[in-house]
């Protein structure tokens, strides 16, 4: 079903912090965010010092984003089948670990290019890890019509620590060298552990049994294949992390050759980044009331444009800081756009499955667009590369002409939970199968454009929700009598398929059973396949009908 009143309208910015967990959460996150800018602002730094080409520079960049890239769906496919608080610990705990190591090899002078890129990468590659789960904890920590400002929240408390950490971290890597960079971030992460640790949310108990890391990860592609809306957000979304990442990839060569600065001037320049992006987040939810979801979009990467365009020919730190102001705004506005629009379409039971597919194709425009413009950077210069990167975001606007993004709405995608197992007059097992599904409806003439209609919508949702070989036929000697028929492979995979359905979905099965003149409900046939020595015999059975 869809709730007609916006969910900009039915709570305020700040609502979310009326939760006590999620103030807590928000709270240790924005000291271990803080940390991790500084340690941030240190290696990209500290690259520029040992380096020996712009390119490495720019790999910086692209280490922490590819781990995103590479290992997102896992982490989601983990997201949606474990504890998430404790997946978060984990991950949280290994980024400890790696910090401490990372800043002991920076004071034993142990550092080179590539042991800096290999730390980089396996920090983020813990980060990579705690994402999904940390986002799809949101629909835990709040009711889901608070689910855009608390993704609005976390972006502005991400960004307040990015308006003043990068300064405080070049002011540290000034001072005190790289290594106090990296034990910053080491200590950042206890406070965010320790709450973890205390959180004990109150969580439904599944009784199905956990799915496998392959099916639970061929799910989530499924469902994303199947959700042509999502889809639209994965391609706007990786164009605009191939653009807009060029801007962060290269800052630190603008302000060691363009504006001939040191690791403060670098500092500076990302914390009005920062400052923007906090702007960004507050002004966020009123664009959603003000605008479409396509014109806002377009309009952040016409800003991000500007922005690029800026810091390629402005010489002066504060200009091209002015035009960061901008940058970091759209960055915020598009990202956690993109990621309110995937969390709002998508069920609880593969949302962190769906982020990640979302993180992997963002997150990976990022970690491509470093690498190309760091090598276009290396052979023509970082102004060449800017200039050319703002011209691939007004082109990435563009592609809204081709693939608008979707009208803001809300789905009631909670369970429908009517399923309920029928009497089998079979002693099967949960893993008894294949199960094959026929469901008949008689269908009048006159309804039969409509009925066709509402099955390609049935047909969609079946299979996104791991139906296989759907097919719909009709009775050549009783052309009234319709039979939809799909699989699955296992009894217990067509119980958590029926359980997948949700309140928006039901919509359709409401309308299908509004076209059947029948004076039975459409009739339900559930049968296994057997094989024989003469091929394959379907046993029937019996049970009340499907929702």
């Known amino acids: 079903m869809i709730d007609e009143k916006p969910e900009s309208e039915s709570v305020s910015a700040l609502a979310p912090f009326r939760h006590g967990i999620f103030r807590a959460v928000w709270a240790a996150s924005l000291v271990s965010n803080f940390g991790g800018l500084i340690q941030g602002v240190g290696a990209a730094w500290m690259m520029t010092t040992i380096a020996t080409s712009p390119y490495q520079v720019a790999l910086v960049q692209a280490s922490t984003t590819l781990p995103i890239m590479l290992f997102a769906l896992v982490a989601g496919a983990i997201a949606d089948s474990f504890d998430r608080r404790k997946v978060m610990l ?84 000034a001072a005190a060298g790289a290594a106090a960079a990296f034990a910053a971030n080491a200590v950042s992460y206890i406070g965010l552990i320790v709450v973890l640790a205390r959180w004990k949310p109150d969580l439904p108990v599944s009784t199905l049994p956990r799915e496998s890391l392959g099916a639970a990860m061929g799910a989530g592609l499924r469902y994303v294949a199947m959700s042509p809306n999502i889809g639209k957000v994965l391609v706007r979304g990786a164009a605009f992390g191939f653009s807009a990442g060029a801007v962060l990839a ?26 923007g992006a906090v702007g960004g987040a507050l002004i966020s ?18 800003g991000f444009a500007v922005c690029a365009f800026n810091a390629a020919v402005s010489h002066h730190a504060w200009q091209t800081s002015l035009g960061l102001l901008v940058g970091g705004a759209c960055w915020v506005i598009a990202l956690s756009h993109f990621n309110v629009t995937v969390q709002m379409a998508t069920p609880r039971w593969v949302v962190g499955r769906v982020l990640s597919v979302y993180q992997t194709a963002t997150f990976g425009g990022i970690a491509l667009g470093s690498w190309i413009w760091g090598v276009v950077a290396d052979a023509h210069g970082a102004e060449t590369a800017l200039i050319a990167a703002s011209i691939a975001m007004l082109v990435g ?11 803001q709405q809300v789905l009631n995608l909670d369970p429908l939970n009517r399923f309920r197992e029928p009497h089998l007059a079979l002693d099967l097992k949960p893993r008894s199968g294949p199960i094959a599904i026929m469901i008949e409806y008689i269908i009048r003439d006159e309804d039969v454009p409509e009925f066709l209609a509402t099955m390609a919508e049935r047909g969609r949702i079946r299979r996104r ?70 091929g394959t015999a379907l046993v029937m059975a019996k049970g009340p009908i499907e929702h």
């Open 90 to 173: 984990v991950a949280q705990t290994f980024m400890l670990v790696v910090s401490v190591l990372l800043t002991l090899f920076t004071y034993s002078g142990l550092m080179t290019p590539w042991t800096l890129l290999a730390f980089t990468f396996l920090i983020d590659s813990g980060t990579a890890l705690n994402s999904p789960s940390w986002q799809a904890s949101v629909g835990d920590i709040v009711p889901r019509n608070k689910v855009p400002a608390a993704v609005a929240l976390n972006s502005m408390g991400f960004n307040l620590t990015r308006s003043v950490g990068p300064a405080i971290g070049g002011i540290i890597v």
């Open 250 to 275: 290269l800052l630190p060569l603008v302000a060691r050759d363009v504006v001939k600065g040191d690791a403060l001037t670098y500092g500076i320049m990302l914390g009005a980044f920062g400052i």
């Open 285 to 302: 939810v009123r664009l959603r009331q003000l605008l479409s979801s396509e014109t806002m979009v377009r309009c952040a990467f016409a």
């Open 397 to 407: 606007g563009a592609i809204g002409l081709l693939l608008p993004l979707p009208q």
């Open 465 to 534: 929700d791991g139906a296989r070989n759907w097919t719909l036929a009709r009775d050549l000697e009783n052309p009234a009598i319709w039979i939809e028929h799909y699989h699955t492979p296992t009894w217990i995979e067509y119980v958590r398929h029926n359980g997948r359905i949700t309140h928006a979905d039901a919509v359709v099965g409401e309308r299908l059973r509004a076209l059947h003149s029948g004076d039975e409900p459409p009739r339900v046939r559930r049968m296994i396949e057997r094989p024989t020595t003469a």
